[in-house]
């Protein structure tokens, strides 16, 4: 271990942690204090003061509820949808499944105290991690030593608190895949020991940051997987690799410093949340809270619109690097150059990744990318802060489902030109709005209107006295101009590939309804949002359209103290409580999963992993099917139903411990009364958990 050289490691926030309260912890690390410490200050006590809507209680009270969406339980509001949507090339294969039982059948878990630290799965279930931070990628790789942990270390090791992830295969018989993951940020406070010296601190800090690919390999489709180490698509993204920005804002005098007058060439990705995967085989991930490593003049309309300030940031990257305190000559603009959603090609380890301007700079959580029946590739996106927007992309160029290396060069310049809108939701409308029938839908299931309004098209901007690049750049502030909805702090955005329907998660918003604050509307119903809701959007038509409709599947809540809270209809005293949806996926058959962030501090129970079924007379039943430890969030579930395997990303695990006084050993727990190897239970490590049949 370096000895501390004088100046002693810390992190500057003030890092108390306060019982009851969202962790100041993940608050400052994680987006730097995004929400301004409001959500961490709201008191875990007061269900009873989140008040849904009376636009929703007014819905209820017309009886549009007895007709429409609120009394949709026995309805068929999502097969009903399927003729129109199942065109596109994105939807084929799973469309023509329907809705059946999936083989990954489960009793869902009881709820888990917040306090828990153990990893919870359902009876008949088992887990083990595939990998976790530190364990060596290569061959030359140094195994995890929490003693003696150094940055050329963790640069040849897996990177700390694993985000999105998803699983890719590499060959037909099941036996090999590709895994992918980011590396959102880090809690040096619980890696690094008090006293470790500051400046190799920082270095191990910025190298436990970025991406990671990495080979699988099982025995069969049956046995969990195992990492590879040494295989040759094994990478790790550092804060020097070289990213290459496409689209109009590459070359543009926004994105030039010093270090890279050209504006096409940038080092390093930060802040990475979700993502998605395409059709052709890349990763997406979004770039998020990016402006917690930067220290920047903080006064321009700019800079205070994505949240920069003149403050000494928590990691101190700027002792460093001149390129981290935008007030450097030459630095100004190094800022723009995050904020973007990056392409990775995990099958190539000497491709360079890509940041797409195209896809508009704003705090992205993640794009999730479906084919559009006229060809073209529609990717859906959201700002993740509260009261920002919801995106979509159109790409200009069509999807070419051939399988060739040339269809796989096309489709990954898919992302670099195309059109650009934001979401503004309308509530009840006429119901001739619909389809000029004058009558409500079959399944009744429409609740709002809606219509992407145009940031970008043609390559040209639709934002008056702003250029393309401005835009693309400034998309916060562009879309500012044309009067969006301000939503529920967005998260994953993802469209299910059996219907075309699109599920927002918005994950809460307790400063909803606060003085001086936009009160609830009605698609975000409800006033100091504490355990947010999913919105569901069906587009009018092609994928590509402008126009949606739009409805309420869930606002959640533990039904049992949230009276407020809604389950698609479906009795709400036969759901597992569920608060702050954060990352969706779906399996084989077409559930909705859920995984969570924020529980905790709401409902008082542990984050975790949720079942939602979409169609049929279970419409709207959520069950938990697993349950992390403690003081993290769940992240990039994956699940594999057809072989009983689900994947989830733990991260930040024990955040609010200090190294000599964790508050978690996920995942290397020691059985009671047994010798803990060396280590081994010193500390936890982020993972990325497979979660097994034991009858398999
Ligand atoms: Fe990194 Fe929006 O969560
Ligand atoms: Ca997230
Ligand atoms: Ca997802
Ligand atoms: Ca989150």
């Not at 305190?325 to 890509?354: C, H, L, M």
Request: include cysteine.
């Amino acid at each position: 271990m370096p000895v501390s050289s004088g100046r002693k490691f810390s992190l500057l926030p003030m890092l108390g942690h306060t019982k009851g309260k969202r962790s100041p912890v993940t608050c400052a690390l994680k987006c730097d204090n995004a929400c301004s410490g409001e959500v961490c200050n709201s008191s875990s006590n007061d269900y009873f003061r989140d008040i849904a809507s009376a636009t929703m209680s007014r819905r209820t009270a017309l009886g549009f509820g007895a007709a429409g969406a609120l009394a949709v339980v026995f309805g068929n509001a999502v097969t009903s949808a399927e003729p129109a949507a199942a065109g596109g090339p994105g939807l084929a294969a799973a469309a023509k499944q329907g809705f059946e039982k999936s083989k990954l059948r489960f009793t869902a878990i009881a709820p888990v105290d917040a306090a828990v630290d153990a990893f919870t799965v359902p009876a008949g279930y088992s887990w083990q991690p595939i990998i976790r931070w530190g364990d060596p990628l290569f061959n030359d790789s140094p195994a995890f030593d929490a003693d003696r942990q150094s940055a050329a270390a963790q640069a040849r090791q897996f990177g700390y608190n694993n985000d999105y992830t998803d699983i890719l295969p590499l060959d037909a018989k099941g036996r090999r895949a590709v895994l992918f993951t980011n590396h959102e940020y880090t809690n040096e406070g619980i890696m690094l020991p008090a006293g470790f010296d500051a400046a190799e601190a920082r270095s191990i800090g910025r190298a436990a940051h970025g991406l990671t690919v990495v080979e699988l390999e099982r025995r069969n489709k049956n046995q969990p997987w195992r990492y590879v180490k040494g295989a040759g698509l094994n990478r790790r993204f550092l804060t020097d690799t070289s990213y290459e920005l496409t689209g109009p804002a590459a070359g543009s005098a926004l994105v030039s410093t010093i270090a890279d007058p050209a504006g096409r060439t940038i080092k390093g990705t930060l802040g990475n949340c979700s993502g998605g995967t395409t059709p052709w085989g890349t990763i997406l991930s979004g770039e998020e809270n990016f402006n917690g490593y930067f220290v920047a003049a903080g006064t321009s309309a700019e800079d205070k619109r994505y949240g920069l300030t003149s403050k000494p940031t928590a990691r101190q990257w700027e002792l460093d690097d001149p390129r981290f305190d935008t007030r450097n000559p030459g630095y100004a603009n190094e800022s723009n150059r995050f904020g973007w959603i990056v392409e990775v090609d995990p099958q190539d380890p000497t491709s360079t990744p890509k940041k797409h301007s195209a896809m508009g700079r704003f705090k992205h959580e993640g794009a999730n990318v479906i084919v559009a029946a006229s060809g073209h590739v529609v990717a859906y996106m959201g700002d993740d802060e509260k009261f920002d927007y919801l995106y979509k992309f159109v790409s200009k160029d069509k999807y070419r489902p051939g399988t060739t290396a040339a269809d796989r060069r096309h489709n990954m310049t898919l992302l670099s030109e195309g059109d650009l809108f934001v979401a503004k939701f309308t509530g009840d409308s006429p119901a001739a709005e619909i389809d000029g029938s004058g009558k409500l839908p079959a399944d009744g299931a429409f609740d709002g209107a809606g219509e992407w309004l145009p940031l970008v098209v043609d390559g040209k901007s639709k934002v008056a006295g702003m250029s393309v690049e401005e835009v693309l750049v400034y998309t916060r502030l562009a879309a500012d101009k044309v009067g969006p909805t301000k939503m529920d702090r967005c998260e994953d955005v993802q469209p299910s590939l059996h219907t075309g329907k699109v599920y927002v998660a918005c994950t809460n918003n307790s400063d909803r309804g606060k003085a001086g604050k936009e009160g609830a509307t009605e698609v975000n119903p409800r006033s100091l949002n504490r355990d947010g809701h999913i919105v569901e959007i069906t587009e009018r038509g092609d994928q590509t359209s402008t126009v949606f409709n739009w409805n309420l599947l869930m606002v959640c809540g533990d039904p049992a103290k949230n009276t407020s809270a809604y389950f698609a209809g479906f009795p709400a005293d036969q759901v597992s409580p569920i608060s702050c949806p954060d990352n969706l996926a779906f399996d084989s058959v077409g559930n909705l999963w859920i995984s969570t962030d924020g529980a905790p501090s709401s409902t008082g129970y542990a984050d975790g992993l949720f079942k939602v079924t979409l169609a049929g007379p279970e419409r709207g039943r959520v069950e938990q099917f697993l349950a992390v430890p403690r003081d993290a969030e769940t992240c990039g579930p994956i699940v594999h139903d057809e072989e009983r395997h689900v994947f989830v990303s733990v991260q930040h695990p024990g955040e609010d411990g200090s190294f000599e006084a964790q508050n978690s050993y996920f995942p290397d727990y020691v059985a009671a009364g047994a010798t803990p190897k060396p280590g081994q239970a010193r500390l936890p490590r982020p993972s990325v958990v497979q979660v097994f049949r034991t009858d398999d």
